[in-house]
């Protein structure tokens, strides 16, 4: 077998090749475009079987409401079935006192709760630990200090915080002076919370 270039092929009968070429060019062209084109939407009036059901014995019935008079506010039609104002919120504010008593009683009971105090001083130093003290009292009087000793060491603790929030506002100024300080979780007196935080 031998192989023919183009260069080779008589100049006639490329023509052809070119036509048939530029023929299968357009035609695939026309297919492109043919779909690209937009498909039809049916129209209202070619619906094909309309669905018709009646629904009306399973659709919930509302009863009409009172018409208002603008100007007074007041129901045109009285409904007896509606209670009126004075019966319901007394029904409810007893219902609330009775379980806001109940939750005042069980709070008087509560004399310990978890919380946070500030950790002043931890070393073996009782000297030290008395000066803590005295700063605490003298720049802090409404903080309750708390001194603990484990052989050989002192920790100093003060206040009875029920968040980290309120323990961090005396936090900062403390640390100033004692920069061991640190906010530690610990069981706290509530009441004395209370006290400290009016």
């Known amino acids: 077998m031998t192989k023919i270039s183009l260069e080779e092929i008589p100049s ?16 695939l062209l026309t297919g492109v475009f043919y779909s690209c084109k937009r498909s039809s939407i049916p129209s209202k009036g070619s619906v094909i079987g309309d669905y018709d059901e009646d629904l009306s014995s399973v659709r919930l019935k509302y009863e009409k409401r009172p018409d208002f008079d603008s100007r007074d506010n ?56 008395d000066e803590a003290k005295s700063f605490i009292y003298s720049n802090f009087p409404d903080l309750n200090t708390y001194l603990s000793f484990s052989q050989p060491t002192y920790r100093l603790k003060a206040g009875d915080f029920l968040s980290r929030m309120e323990a961090e506002k005396y936090y900062n100024t403390i640390r100033q002076r004692y920069s061991a300080a640190m906010i530690v979780p610990e069981r706290i007196d509530v009441r004395k919370s209370m006290q400290q935080n009016r």
């Open 74 to 129: 007041k129901t045109v039609r009285d409904n007896p079935t509606t209670a009126t104002k004075d019966e319901v919120p007394l029904n409810v504010n007893n219902q609330v006192d009775k379980a806001l008593d109940a939750m005042s009683d069980l709070n008087k009971n509560i004399r310990y709760s978890a919380g946070y105090r500030i950790q002043v001083y931890v070393g073996n130093e009782r000297r030290e630990v």
């Open 12 to 27: 006639n009968n490329k023509k052809p090749m070119k036509i048939l070429t530029k023929i299968v060019f357009c035609l």
